[in-house]
T-cell receptor, first 113, second 111 residues
Framework: DGGITQSPKYLFRKEGQNVTLSCEQN?????MYWYRQDPGQGLRLIYY???????QKGDIAEGYSVSREKKESFPLTVTSAQKNPTAFYLC????????????FGPGTRLLVL | GENVEQHPSTLSVQEGDSAVIKCTYS??????FPWYKQELGKGPQLIID?????GEKKDQRIAVTLNKTAKHFSLHITETQPEDSAVYFC??????????FGTGTSLTVIP
C-alpha cells in the first residue's frame, strides 16, 4: 500500500522537553510538508521541503525544527521553545513543490503534561 | 501573501438536501483550488480539485465551481448523506508556492 504514515498517533510532552514526530511516505514524492491544526482554525504551514537536504520555513516555524536526510522521511521536532505545542500535527506530501495535490497523513495529536 | 476565507463555519442540512460551501481568495495569480474532507481525528482527504483553466468540475454528487473574475470558488454536495458529515477545507495555491487553507466548514447531515 502506498501512502503517508505518521507516528505516534498520540504524544505527550513534558515541560522543557523536545519531542519528535515521525512522517514517512512511500509515494516517491519529492515534496513534504508539516502543518499545525488548532480547533476552529485552518491548517498553518510549519516547514516544507521540496527536495532532500533542503527545507524552508513556513508561516509558524518558531519553536520547531526539521530534517530531510531521506526522500521518504521528514521528521518534525517540537522544541522546548514552542510554548504552546498542544495541537494536531499533519504531514503531507506532493509529487513536487508546485501546484500538485498534497496528500495528508493521519496526524499526530500532541498534548502537554 | 494569499488570504483564503471560507463560509459558513458550520452548516446543517437535512439528508437528501444540497450543501454549498464558499471560499474567496485574494491573490489573482492562484491557479489551483483543492477541497479536502476531514473526519474526526483523521487527516484531510482530497475530494475534488479544480485548476484555473476550468470553470466547473463534477464527480458524482460533488461539484466545484470557480469564478476567476470574482476570485471565489464553491463546493456543491447534492443528495447529502449522513456519511458526508465532516469538516471541509478549501485551499488555494499557485505554481511553486505553498497552499493556503480556509478555516473549515463543519457540515452536519441530519438523518
Amino acid at each position: 500500500d502506498g501512502g503517508i504514515t505518521q507516528s505516534p498517533k498520540y504524544l505527550f510532552r513534558k515541560e522543557g522537553q523536545n519531542v519528535t514526530l515521525s512522517c514517512e511516505q512511500n509515494l516517491n514524492h519529492d515534496a513534504m510538508y508539516w502543518y499545525r491544526q488548532d480547533p476552529g482554525q485552518g491548517l498553518r504551514l510549519i516547514y516544507y521541503s521540496q527536495i532532500v537536504n533542503d527545507f524552508q520555513k513556513g508561516d509558524i516555524a518558531e519553536g520547531y525544527s526539521v530534517s530531510r536526510e531521506k526522500k521518504e522521511s521528514f521528521p518534525l521536532t517540537v522544541t522546548s521553545a514552542q510554548k504552546n505545542p498542544t495541537a494536531f500535527y499533519l504531514c503531507a506530501s506532493s509529487i513536487s513543490g508546485g501546484k500538485e495535490t498534497q496528500y495528508f497523513g493521519p496526524g499526530t495529536r500532541l498534548l502537554v503534561l | 501573501g494569499e488570504n483564503v476565507e471560507q463560509h459558513p463555519s458550520t452548516l446543517s442540512v437535512q439528508e437528501g438536501d444540497s450543501a454549498v460551501i464558499k471560499c474567496t481568495y485574494s491573490d489573482s495569480a492562484s491557479n489551483y483550488f483543492p477541497w479536502y474532507k476531514q473526519e474526526l481525528g483523521k487527516g484531510p482527504q482530497l475530494i475534488i480539485d479544480i485548476r484555473s483553466n476550468v470553470g466547473e468540475k463534477k464527480d458524482q454528487r460533488i461539484a466545484v465551481t470557480l469564478n476567476k473574475t470574482a476570485k471565489h470558488f464553491s463546493l456543491h454536495i447534492t443528495e447529502t448523506q449522513p456519511e458526508d458529515s465532516a469538516v471541509y477545507f478549501c485551499a488555494a495555491s499557485k505554481a511553486g508556492n505553498q497552499f493556503y487553507f480556509g478555516t473549515g466548514t463543519s457540515l452536519t447531515v441530519i438523518p
